[in-house]
């Protein structure tokens, strides 16, 4: 009866989902349909549009994760049925069972074997398939609403809207991707949301992630600098702490540890960088939102970062197991993949286009004389983790004598 109603349930919340991805595509054909015929739609209109897409995505994902667990549910029961019979060997192999089906239907699935692997991905491609034509239809209004005759990108007012959609999406986004990890099994939540990290340690993560939201906001609403601002490299450290610094605090994934460590790392030595060689040449800006944003991306941010390699796991990833100094030392090594692609993507696209960094240290034409400090910055980068984990090491120390003479004075 226990089987016989979970497989009803999930029957159920398949259909569900159908039926959702269903609405989802006839919304999408329609909305596409209106942004062809109608040009003088209002930007807002427009910005509007991908909401009730991302809003059913998520609704879908819950049906399915239902559907993935409640298979888990039955599967347990059944094999605890299947051991007590003439037929556990067969259920064990995959013939017959429960796991003949959710190595298919599951995305999840540990146990396919063999061509069972190639059919589970015709089960796991609709899944992501779904998702990322959410993600393009959201970006392809964007550019829509940006293009559009009654957008000016000149205009404040018009860059708050556009800036205020952004981090509602990336909002929604994140938390999808967080849930959606956790239910499909892609990535086990923390036993407790914040389990090992400090009360100090919590505040300065978020506090850095919410400053880098401030920072980006700030940076794209401003018109003072009319330089694409994803042409900087402390915007993409900060939209790198924005993503995966909460991610990796809600997600047990050493990948996110890894990509939160590297972005942490980047925005540290974005402010360092500003602070003893930009700032004291070009001074903070031309107008009060640029200087904002330099205030919040470069100081504020440069602070809170620097506390999450001191006072968080952010310093080095939680690494256990065989030679953990080794793949510590691996996994910091892996972090300069982020500014050498940043790197060779800027000389590419100048010798390429002919247009030219915003950094004049790194443009072809000045890369040898600037050798030395290039190197200095790899140096630098290596260094600050190991930095971070011994100023650690004296504060807890410090702490600890603190705590102990207290108690002896108050024994006195």
């Keep these: 009866m226990i089987l016989a109603t979970d497989y009803s349930s999930n029957e159920s919340s398949q259909q569900a989902t159908t039926a959702i991805v269903g609405i989802v595509i006839a919304y999408l054909g329609a909305s596409l349909f209106v942004l062809d015929k109608n040009e ?11 909401l009730p897409v991302i809003l059913l995505q998520m609704l879908q994902m819950t049906w399915a994760v239902a559907v993935i667990r409640r298979a888990k549910s039955a599967e347990l029961v059944e094999a605890e049925l299947m051991k007590r019979t003439a037929l556990a060997a067969r259920y064990e192999s995959g013939e017959i069972g429960s796991v003949a089906t959710t190595s298919v239907t599951d995305i999840s699935h540990p146990r396919a074997k063999g061509a069972m692997k190639a059919v589970g991905l015709t089960g796991q491609l609709p899944y992501y398939g779904f998702y990322a034509l959410t993600l393009a239809f959201t970006c392809f209004a964007f550019i829509q609403a940006a293009g559009g005759a009654s957008m000016n990108l000149l205009g404040t007012s018009d860059r708050l809207m556009l800036a205020s959609f952004g981090a509602l999406y990336l909002a929604l986004f994140m938390i999808f991707a967080i849930a959606a990890s956790a239910g499909f099994g892609i990535a086990r939540p923390r036993n407790l949301v914040f389990a090992g990290i400090g009360r100090f340690a919590l505040v300065v993560q978020i506090g850095a992630a919410l400053a880098a939201l401030v920072g980006l906001f700030l940076q794209f609403v401003q018109t003072a600098d009319p330089t694409p601002m994803f042409e900087y490299f402390t915007i993409w450290s900060a939209l790198g702490v924005v993503v995966f610094v909460p991610s990796s605090m809600l997600l047990d994934s050493l990948g996110l540890e890894v990509l939160a460590m590297t972005a942490v790392i980047g925005s540290t030595i974005s402010g360092l960088v500003y602070l003893i060689v930009i700032q004291p040449a070009n001074g903070l800006g031309g107008g009060v939102l640029i200087q904002a944003a330099n205030i919040v991306l470069h100081y504020v941010l440069l602070l809170l970062c620097a506390g999450c390699l001191v006072f968080s796991h952010l310093a080095f990833p939680r690494i256990n197991g065989v030679n953990p100094r080794r793949r510590r030392a691996a996994a910091g090594l892996a972090t300069l993949a982020f500014p050498v692609v940043y790197a060779v993507v800027v000389l590419l696209v100048e010798l390429i286009t002919g247009s030219a ?16 400090y290039l190197g200095m910055f790899l140096v630098v980068w290596c260094g600050l983790p190991y930095l971070g984990v011994f100023l650690r090491y004296i504060w807890h120390r410090v702490v600890l004598c603190s705590r102990w003479m207290a108690r002896r004075f108050a024994g006195e």
Excluded: E, H, K, M
């Design 357 to 372: 960094g915003v950094y004049q240290f790194l443009r072809i034409g000045t890369l040898s004389a600037n050798w030395a």
């Design 40 to 50: 003088g739609l209002s930007a807002g209109l427009v910005l509007l549009l991908p």
